[in-house]
T-cell receptor, first 117, second 110 residues
Framework: GAVVSQHPSWVICKSGTSVKIECRSL??????MFWYRQFPKQSLMLMAT?????????EQGVEKDKFLINHASLTLSTLTVTSAHPEDSSFYIC?????????????FGPGTRLTVL | SQQGEEDPQALSIQEGENATMNCSYK?????LQWYRQNSGRGLVHLIL?????REKHSGRLRVTLDTSKKSSSLLITASRAADTASYFC??????????FGQGTRLTINP
């Protein structure tokens, strides 16, 4: 149980375009979802926390107008990278916490690799 | 900001040997968690240890937590080639969001 999926698994786009990444909790309701980014050979950096039906809380230094997060339902959160540039190329990982297993455990998606040309 | 510092950054051992990774953190925590990440993949949750626990086992994994020193260690016994991965500690404080350490890249040589 407690599976989180992400779509797409990888995406290549041109500079200036917007890219949407979906994060779904498949078999549980996620009250809270988290978005991380990870550069090669580095750790995960939390970008934002989203609760269903409310605005996301962004970490310091993360541009909320550039990284739009929508947590529309208890099983779906989306991250839209607007006007993407090469420096936005990264591995984006979502996680979910909710009514499954231990309430302290976050379940991670497989990640989405974004490459901006 | 990153809270956890992991040591060593990279570790290479022979198959069958034990691997020990350490994690230090700065603030009070509710729990500390260890994750594994294979190259270019998502994270796999390994073990969670609460602030009132000192040691926890799961299969070949042993985790210790010393809240007085704000440190934790992950021991993998009888390592296997499949254990090759990056290992991250993550602390869960009052804000209930995970803060990850820098990670240890573990290589098991056959």
């Amino acid at each position: 149980g407690a599976v989180v999926s992400q779509h797409p698994s990888w995406v290549i786009c041109k500079s200036g375009t917007s890219v949407k990444i979906e994060c779904r909790s498949l078999d549980f309701q996620a009250t809270t979802m988290f978005w991380y980014r990870q550069f090669p050979k580095q750790s995960l950096m939390l970008m934002a926390t989203s609760n269903e039906g409310s605005k996301a809380t962004y970490e310091q230094g993360v541009e909320k107008d550039k990284f739009l997060i929508n947590h529309a339902s208890l099983t779906l959160s989306t991250l839209t990278v607007t006007s993407a540039h090469p420096e936005d190329s990264s591995f984006y990982i979502c996680s979910a916490r909710g009514y499954s297993g231990s309430p302290d455990t976050q379940y991670f998606g497989p990640g989405t690799r974004l490459t901006v040309l | 900001s990153q809270q956890g510092e992991e040591d060593p950054q990279a570790l290479s051992i022979q198959e069958g040997e034990n691997a020990t990774m350490n994690c230090s953190y700065k603030t009070s925590i509710n729990n500390l968690q260890w994750y594994r990440q294979n190259s270019g993949r998502g994270l796999v949750h390994l073990i969670l240890i609460r602030s009132n626990e000192r040691e926890k086992h799961s299969g070949r994994l042993r985790v210790t937590l010393d809240t007085s020193k704000k440190s934790s260690s992950l021991l993998i016994t009888a390592s296997r080639a499949a254990d090759t991965a990056s290992y991250f500690c993550a602390t869960d404080a009052l804000a209930q969001k995970l803060v990850f350490g820098q990670g240890t890249r573990l290589t098991i040589n056959p």
